[in-house]
C-alpha cells in the first residue's frame, strides 16, 4: 500500500480520534506555538482532516489566507466537507512538488508531518521556497520525539520507519534547505522546531 492510500484510508479513524472533548482547547492552547498573526498567509501543510482550521482562523481572521494541503484526497475530503470561512482554501498536493508559487506565505505549519515525508531535504526547500524571506516554518507534534518514534515503529509496515529525525541531524537538514535562527524543543509532551526562512 502507498503511503498515499495508507492516510486515506486512515482518514475516518484520524478524525475519530480527534473528537474528544477539549481537543479544540487543546489544540488552541498548542497553538500558541505557531506565533500566528492576523493577516498571515498561511499553507498547513500535510493537514490531514483540517483540524487546525478553526484555531489558525481564529488567529489570522478574515484578512489571512490558509491553505489547507494534503496529498491523501480521504483526509482532505473531510476538510472541506466542514464548515470553513472563504478565506480557507483546500489543495491537493505533495510537499515534494508543491504547486504555490514563490514567496507566498508568512508561515508555514507542519503539524505531524514531517516523518511521513519520504525525501525530507526536497520538501524543506520547497517550504523554504514558498515562505517569504523571514517567514517561519513551524514543525510541531503534540508529543515528544521518542514516544513518537514508538508509536510509528508500531503502526505497522507503511509508517514504521518514519522517524522524526535527530536534533543534529534536523539543524542540518533545515540549514541545508537555507533556513537560520532554528530553535528545537524537544520534550515528553512536544516537539516543536522553528526556522526562519
Ligand atoms: C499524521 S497525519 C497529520 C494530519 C494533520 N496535520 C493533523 O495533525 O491532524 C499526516 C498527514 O500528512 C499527509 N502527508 C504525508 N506525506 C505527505 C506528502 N508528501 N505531501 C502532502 N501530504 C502528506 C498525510 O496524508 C496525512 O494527512
Known amino acids: 500500500m502507498t503511503k498515499r492510500d495508507f492516510f486515506s484510508h486512515l482518514s475516518a479513524s484520524w478524525e475519530d480520534r480527534h473528537q474528544e472533548p477539549g481537543e479544540l482547547e487543546r489544540l488552541r492552547h498548542f497553538s500558541r506555538h505557531f506565533r500566528l498573526q492576523p493577516g498571515e ?3 498547513d501543510a500535510g493537514c490531514g482532516c483540517g483540524r487546525l482550521v478553526p484555531v489558525i482562523c481564529e488567529a489570522i481572521g478574515a484578512n489571512g489566507r490558509l491553505v489547507e494541503l494534503d496529498f491523501a484526497p480521504g483526509m482532505l475530503a473531510i476538510g472541506r466537507g466542514k464548515p470553513h470561512a472563504d478565506n480557507v482554501f483546500f489543495v491537493l498536493g505533495d510537499v515534494h512538488r508543491l504547486r504555490l508559487p514563490d514567496n507566498g506565505f508568512d508561515k508555514v505549519i507542519a503539524l505531524a508531518l514531517l516523518p511521513h515525508i ?11 521556497r514558498v515562505l517569504r524571506p523571514g517567514g517561519l516554518l513551524v514543525i510541531a507534534h503534540q508529543m515528544g520525539r521518542e514516544a513518537l518514534d514508538r508509536l510509528h515503529n508500531q503502526g505497522g509496515d507503511v509508517i514504521q520507519s518514519d522517524l522524526l529525525p ?3 541531524a534536523l539543524a542540518g537538514l533545515l540549514a541545508d534547505a537555507g533556513f537560520s535562527d532554528v530553535e528545537i524543543l524537544d520534550e515528553p509532551d512536544q516537539y516543536i522546531a522553528w526556522a526562519r526562512a
Open 118 to 128: 519520504d525525501d525530507k531535504e526536497v520538501a524543506l526547500r520547497e517550504f523554504r
Open 166 to 168: 535527530e536534533r543534529a
Open 41 to 43: 498567509r498561511v499553507l
